[in-house]
């Protein structure tokens, strides 16, 4: 049994997913199908003896969708993949993001030109629309000075290329239903503006047609080219948010090092990072990219670990400790022995999550795609239903001229009503405001599934560093363990030593003499002790900056310790004279912000891979209960799924590479403009500033985003509920009532119009 991973192509709606899973779990071999409508993709497990990816796109291609085989096979052991020639091998090909990319890039640019053709014409059309609605109801309003007859005219030309040119998908929806008997969102607007084009068609081209049936001098050209517009242009936004699939991988992939400088037959050679192999000796000098898993052989450094780990300040690295590959080595050159490559390195693994993640995620999509199932049968049913009620039975207690008349008005009028112009309208329009709400307010949400998730979030995990913290280590304690020094002496001297070195945590005590308003003193005989510390002559004193001594037992050491800071020794002529302690310290905001989100009633926890003793403590002080720390990158995404798994819905917040996995797995993702791109791209809510005090008004945002979405669904589909059946004609044989086409347009657009103003009124929503 084979479990594959394959791109769908041509997927429109919620519906069109049930489609796909229907058509292929039919075929004999294949055991279960999981589409994705959200991701676009299928995982699918299947016997490779009985059918194949050619037979699969053979059943499914008619219906106006194919897969793409060129996906990662999960089936593929690890030894397989091990033995692969990497060299031959473009990673970003294999995940199938070359092909994904230009086929939506495509796919945009051709949709893009139907919009600007489209939407002016719409737009004009539209507001004549309200023109001629407002015009019948208020007689102060001047008619509109057109003549009917060149109206017709014109829009018959317009109508005609809006319906086979701009509207074919929606055709093409019409012919499947006719010949394969399946149905989405797509073929009831098909339908209806289809019925609507002929009908309109049929009254301007042949006049002896509407007098035949008895019908008035109405067309319904303006509703083609509206409704048309109006999806098209949502279907491109749609296709122009979905090309950012992928992306994150690939900037994960942009990460690693493209060149290794490795030790072969006692030469340093540089060759491309594909081609290193298990136990290749590789030499990083100061300020190189590890390029793959290792243990150092060699030297001693300091390896900015933040992208992989979420450590602020980074770690110094021995003999026989671990490096990661893509993490920067800051200090110091290193030898180290290869011990994972392609994809069995830490960074391969976290693309392999993020990837995981995204297929897994249930497909969102618009309440009117998941309910387009029952929905487009039944309208088809009612009109087909209506259409021949009228002619046999309304023809024994009419002329059978006046009920065919009858029935075909009723059959334009239901399916007329029915068109889901405010169906379409009802999630977009709430969602285009409250996205410009939340820019406003510098909250960059993505997609309408973030904010559906977003109001429906019970649990805030956050990580530490660069979330709630800084991100960036600080000086927090200098101690003085010598009456001849005062804490400006000591920093003085340590700064003025400390701007001569490249390690990261200099630069913080460097720092600190200007935060002071100190001056530096002239420093002479620098030298830099790797791994351990610098000497200095100032002032004509010999300075020793280095860490403690392992097991120290001095009290203050110890203390400053349990507060997860890293401390600093000064030596001045051979005695120690005072420490200096290092933190990554919390936001301004964090405290008041996690308060806030608590007296909301949602659960707050921190996710981190820092230790523990340093989690608790930064915890304490924003007044964070639970900790899940030392959690190594791999593992984070599965603490989130153990939650999910509980019941809880959860928003993970984070900005760094090694959040990106959790933040995809997440319900929803939420992270800061101030961290790594791939944090950015995997999140489905990004804050400007890091600003974490948005978190909350992101919450209240979703929450009047998604009561606005319902509200205007209940609007679209109650005048469907009340329209559809007068349309038919079930109120004729009781009152005389019957619905005619033309009222069934205004009710269409009243519809619009309803749904459109309730939308707006999150405009003026303060969060």
């Not at 106006?64 to 085989?69: D, H, K, P, V």
């Not at 939407?119 to 407002?134: G, K, N, S």
């Not at 047609?209 to 749609?238: C, H, M, S």
């Not at 939420?670 to 790594?676: D, E, F, L």
Request: with cysteine; aromatic share 6%.
């Amino acid at each position: 049994m084979i479990s594959k991973s394959f791109k769908v192509n041509g997927m429109h709606c919620a519906s069109c997913s049930a489609i796909i899973s229907d058509r292929l779990t039919k075929l004999d071999g294949i055991k279960t199908v999981d589409v994705n409508f959200a991701t676009e993709k299928a995982k699918i497990d299947f016997d490779g003896e009985k059918v194949n990816p050619d037979l699969m796109n053979s059943e499914i291609e008619k219906l106006g969708y194919t897969i793409e085989s060129n996906e990662g096979d999960s089936s593929l052991s690890s030894d397989t993949v091990m033995n692969m020639d990497m060299s031959n091998m473009d990673h970003s090909e294999h995940l199938g993001l070359h092909s994904s990319k230009e086929i939506k890039e495509k796919e945009l640019a051709e949709q893009k030109n139907k919009v600007w053709f489209v939407m002016p014409l719409a737009l004009i059309i539209f507001v004549f629309m309200m023109w001629d609605i407002f015009d019948n109801i208020f007689l102060s309003i001047p008619d509109i000075p057109i003549s009917m007859g060149v109206a017709n005219s014109v829009l018959l030309i317009f109508a005609t290329v809006v319906m086979f040119w701009v509207g074919k998908p929606f055709v093409l929806g019409v012919v499947r239903f006719i010949k394969y008997r399946v149905a989405n969102m797509d073929t009831l607007i098909g339908i209806g503006t289809l019925t609507a084009y002929i009908y309109s068609a049929g009254i301007v081209l042949f006049p002896q047609f509407q007098k035949l049936i008895q019908a008035p001098n109405v067309t319904y050209f303006d509703v083609v080219i509206v409704v048309i517009g109006f999806v098209t242009f949502g279907k491109y936004l749609e296709t122009k948010s979905k090309q950012k699939t992928g992306e994150a991988i690939e900037k994960l992939l942009n990460l690693q090092a493209k060149t290794a400088l490795v030790m072969r037959n006692g030469v340093e050679t540089e060759i491309f990072v594909d081609d290193v192999v298990l136990g290749d000796m590789i030499i990083v000098k100061p300020g190189g990219k590890i390029p793959v898993d290792g243990k150092i052989i060699e030297g001693n450094t300091s390896i900015d670990e933040s992208m992989i780990t979420g450590e602020s300040i980074p770690s110094d690295k021995v003999v026989g400790d671990i490096v990661i590959g893509a993490t920067i080595n800051k200090q110091g050159s290193i030898k180290f022995e290869a011990t994972k490559i392609g994809g069995e390195t830490m960074l391969s693994n976290i693309i392999k999550m993020v990837e995981e993640a995204q297929g897994s995620k249930a497909p969102i999509a618009a309440m009117a795609d998941r309910i387009s199932s029952v929905f487009v049968p039944i309208v088809l049913v009612i009109a087909f239903t209506s259409l021949l009620v009228w002619i046999f039975v309304g023809g024994m207690f009419m002329s059978q001229a006046t009920a065919i008349s009858y029935g075909i008005l009723s059959f334009v009028g239901v399916l007329v009503i029915a068109c889901p112009c405010a169906l379409g309208l009802a999630t977009p329009t709430a969602i285009i405001v409250g996205v410009g709400k939340g820019a406003e307010y510098g909250i960059l949400v993505k997609g309408a599934e973030n904010l559906e998730f977003l109001s429906k979030v019970d649990t805030i995990v956050f990580d530490k560093t660069g979330t709630i913290t800084k991100g960036k280590p600080e000086v927090t304690n200098v101690i003085t363990l010598d009456n001849l020094y005062s804490e400006d002496e000591i920093i003085k001297i340590a700064g003025s030593v400390e701007k001569m070195s490249e390690h990261p945590l200099a630069e913080a005590i460097a720092k600190e003499v200007e935060l002071r308003k100190l001056s530096y003193e002239l420093v002479s005989n620098f030298v830099s002790l790797e791994g351990v510390g610098v000497k200095a002559e100032v002032l004509n004193k010999n300075v020793y900056i280095h860490k403690p001594e392992r097991g120290d037992k001095d009290e203050n050491i110890v203390t400053l310790q349990e507060e997860g800071k890293t401390v600093v020794v000064i030596e001045i002529d051979n005695k120690v004279v005072g420490l200096i302690a290092l933190s990554d310290t919390l936001k301004d905001e964090a405290i008041t912000s996690i308060e806030k989100l608590n007296k909301m009633g949602l659960e707050v926890i921190m996710l981190t891979g820092d230790n523990r003793i340093a989690a608790e403590y930064i915890a304490k002080q924003a007044n964070i209960d639970t900790v899940i720390a030392e959690v190594l990158p791999n593992e984070k995404a599965g603490k989130i799924k153990e939650l999910q798994s509980r019941g809880k819905i959860v928003a993970m917040v984070g900005d760094g590479i090694n959040d990106a996995p959790a933040l995809v797995q997440a319900n929803v993702g939420i992270a800061m403009a101030t961290g790594t791109d791939i944090a950015i791209e995997s999140a489905g809510i990004t804050l400007l500033h890091g600003d974490i005090r948005k978190i909350s008004q992101a919450v209240m945002l979703s929450k009047a985003t998604m009561r606005t979405v319902k509200q205007n669904l209940f609007w679209a589909f109650i005048y469907n509920a009340i329209g559809i059946p007068i349309a038919a004609g079930l109120l004729y044989p009781i009152w005389g009532i019957f619905l005619n086409p033309i009222f069934a347009g205004l009710a269409m657009a009243f519809s619009s119009v309803s749904v459109v103003s309730n939308s707006l009124r999150l405009k003026v929503k303060k969060l």
